[in-house]
């Protein structure tokens, strides 16, 4: 039999300021010991749940706090309907200020990892470190997953298609979302999918479910297309924090093959492959990615605050050569 896995952490509203009618998020937060403070960030349609045995594994070293995303998990919808990739970054930025007194270990998984990335580059004073699991970072040759995602957004199809998924029993959407998320279904423990399958029923009754969710797709895919200044990829190379990219072989909606560009592209950046694992290998091999977080975390802790390590060695691999891919 399979062992009980953890409970999930408990959670609670912070108010992220604004005044009357501002914006709350929930998050879910380790008991509160060591001095060093990582947030977590998760994925489209994810919640702080996903984050929950990477958490346990951490507990030792940092105090985690795992956000759900405005109109995710338990929060509440922006007051101004903004789902964009800044928007996320500003209500996590906003986040840390009010759980850390110091530069955070940040953590992104797919379009967590796209709102670290953003929050990494505009408020390096924020992050000590950081941690990225399957990065959705533009790619102009999208998985077959990404391509359905980018159709979704097309004005009135994404709404069309939302309320056709909600005729479906919550089992079956949610098998075929964790289908195209792990690299081996069979490693879901029943209970964590029990949990997952309640969880998905809450959201249905939910008004600005759909939405939400529209409208981060919406968010992610208009990265796809950004120039300048502010494209992603432009700002992963201005990135300050040691940074960790972790991507499973058998993705099915982040081509691993991204990591090549990362490692051209952040200044600082060790790169992992998990051969065994797929899009979310913090919740499929929660122990492979805490060991590579354990090293990049006591690696970053020892520098002062936003002090770059001048040995590669010290904070990865640097920069495997090449300009700034950066369109």
Same mark, same amino acid.
């Given at each position: 039999?399979?062992?009980?896995?953890?409970?999930?952490?408990?959670?609670?509203?912070?108010?992220?300021?604004?005044?009357?009618?501002?914006?709350?998020?929930?998050?879910?937060?380790?008991?509160?010991?060591?001095?060093?403070?990582?947030?977590?960030?998760?994925?489209?349609? =994810?919640? @702080?749940?996903?984050?929950?045995?990477?958490?346990?594994?951490?507990?030792? +070293?940092?105090?985690?706090?795992?956000?759900?995303?405005?109109?995710?998990?338990?929060?509440? *919808?922006?007051?101004? #309907?903004?789902?964009?990739?800044? *928007?996320?970054?500003?209500?996590?930025?906003?986040?840390?200020?009010?759980?850390?007194?110091?530069?955070?270990?940040?953590?992104?998984?797919?379009?967590?990892?796209?709102?670290?990335?953003?929050? *990494?580059?505009?408020?390096?004073?924020?992050? $000590?470190?950081? &941690?990225?699991?399957?990065? @959705?970072?533009?790619?102009?040759?999208?998985?077959? #997953?990404?391509?359905? %995602?980018?159709?979704?957004? %097309?004005? !009135?199809?994404?709404?069309?298609?939302?309320?056709?998924?909600?005729?479906?029993?919550?089992?079956? $959407?949610?098998?075929? &979302? +964790?289908?195209?998320?792990?690299?081996?279904?069979?490693?879901?423990?029943?209970?964590?999918?029990?949990?997952?399958?309640?969880?998905?029923?809450?959201?249905?009754?939910?008004?600005?479910?759909?939405?939400?969710?529209?409208?981060?797709?919406? =968010?992610?895919?208009?990265?796809?297309?950004?120039?300048?200044?502010?494209?992603?990829?432009?700002?992963?190379? &201005?990135?300050?924090?040691?940074?960790?990219?972790?991507? !499973?072989?058998?993705?099915?909606?982040?081509?691993?093959?991204?990591?090549?560009?990362?490692?051209?592209?952040?200044?600082?950046?060790? +790169?992992?492959?998990?051969?065994? *694992?797929?899009?979310? @290998?913090?919740?499929?091999?929660?122990?492979?990615?805490?060991?590579?977080?354990? $090293?990049?975390?006591?690696?970053?802790?020892?520098?002062?605050?936003?002090?770059?390590?001048?040995?590669?060695?010290?904070?990865?691999?640097?920069? @495997?050569?090449?300009?700034?891919?950066?369109?």
């Amino acid at each position: 039999m399979a062992v009980q896995p953890i409970p999930h952490w408990p959670g609670e509203p912070i108010d992220l300021g604004g005044g009357p009618g501002g914006q709350s998020v929930y998050v879910r937060s380790t008991p509160r010991g060591p001095e060093e403070v990582a947030v977590y960030v998760h994925g489209l349609a =994810g919640s @702080a749940t996903n984050w929950t045995d990477l958490m346990g594994e951490l507990s030792d +070293l940092v105090t985690g706090h795992a956000v759900d995303l405005p109109g995710a998990g338990h929060s509440p *919808a922006p007051p101004d #309907g903004d789902y964009s990739v800044g *928007a996320h970054a500003r209500a996590v930025a906003a986040l840390i200020e009010r759980v850390a007194d110091r530069p955070v270990h940040l953590f992104g998984n797919s379009l967590g990892g796209a709102v670290s990335v953003r929050l *990494a580059a505009t408020r390096p004073e924020l992050v $000590r470190s950081l &941690t990225l699991v399957s990065p @959705a970072l533009p790619d102009l040759l999208p998985r077959y #997953g990404p391509a359905r %995602v980018a159709l979704s957004t %097309v004005p !009135g199809l994404g709404e069309w298609a939302a309320g056709r998924l909600r005729t479906l029993p919550a089992e079956r $959407r949610l098998n075929v &979302t +964790l289908g195209l998320c792990y690299a081996d279904f069979e490693r879901i423990h029943p209970e964590r999918l029990r949990e997952a399958i309640e969880e998905l029923r809450r959201r249905d009754g939910l008004p600005y479910a759909a939405v939400a969710l529209i409208g981060s797709a919406r =968010g992610i895919v208009a990265e796809y297309f950004r120039r300048g200044a502010e494209n992603l990829w432009r700002q992963a190379a &201005t990135v300050t924090a040691p940074t960790l990219v972790i991507h !499973g072989r058998h993705d099915r909606l982040v081509n691993p093959r991204m990591a090549a560009r990362a490692g051209r592209t952040f200044p600082h950046v060790r +790169l992992v492959l998990l051969p065994d *694992a797929g899009h979310v @290998a913090q919740m499929e091999m929660p122990g492979a990615v805490a060991r590579e977080a354990r $090293r990049l975390i006591g690696e970053a802790a020892v520098s002062p605050a936003g002090e770059r390590p001048s040995d590669p060695a010290a904070g990865g691999a640097g920069r @495997a050569g090449g300009p700034p891919a950066g369109e």
